[in-house]
């Protein structure tokens, strides 16, 4: 079965292309020069802007249209050792080693009974003074790659700022999936939002040379990529 989009539909997404290629840095043109643009009526118009709005692409602010900047993926950031100015907190819930069953010696691809570190955290960033949570964490390592990091730093470093830090230049790949799932029991009770509330979970497999490290984040969607408005821009619009 085809789905088939109407003009609108097609047009947000033609905006979304200029703005991902920088050709809009920091407003939109008016609706007016849009439909010009685009030879429909300023009501197709609105309809587009409104299905951007609604994916978090733009904000109306007054009579203009601010293309939303877009925070970090912290992730991405901390595991290739890049910076961030927000200031994130990580808090451990379970630290401990277990012998790998068969499950989790396929995963890691070790022999049964490898001592595995089990290491879950939940990961908050400071938002316009508020303290937001991102993710449960679970990361599955051998117990040699992890037992001589400092974990007592994991409130204010990630896993990987620890790991990049004690493995730094060595060869590193990563492969991953995304799904959404329902969240569990626990976990909703960890991430503070209702029993099977849907989440994005990352599913990663990392390897430090050879050896593999096995990482479930699961996110609350909403706040695993969010959208701010550059409150400048309004300032520098008005000078």
Known sequence: MFNIINKSE?????????????????YLPSERKLAD????????????LEILKNKG???????DYVINKPKEDLDWLEFFGKKTHHITRNYIVKNEVFEANKKFAQKLEVPLATQIHLLVYKRTVNEQQDNITLSIDYIYAPEKLVKNLPLKQLQEYSFWNLLAK????????????????????EDANL??????SKILQRSSKIFIDNEAIYFVSKKIPSNSLLMSIDNNLKKEKEQ
């Open 57 to 63: 692409a733009i904000s109306l602010i007054v009579n």
């Open 37 to 48: 643009k685009y030879s429909v009526s300023r009501n197709t118009i609105r309809e587009a």
């Open 10 to 26: 097609l047009i947000a997404k033609d905006i979304e292309f200029q703005i991902s290629n920088k050709i809009y840095a920091h």
């Open 191 to 196: 991430l503070d939002i209702p029993v099977r």
């Open 166 to 185: 004690k493995y730094r230049g060595k060869k590193l790949k990563e492969y991953q999936s995304l799904s959404i799932e329902s969240v569990n029991f």
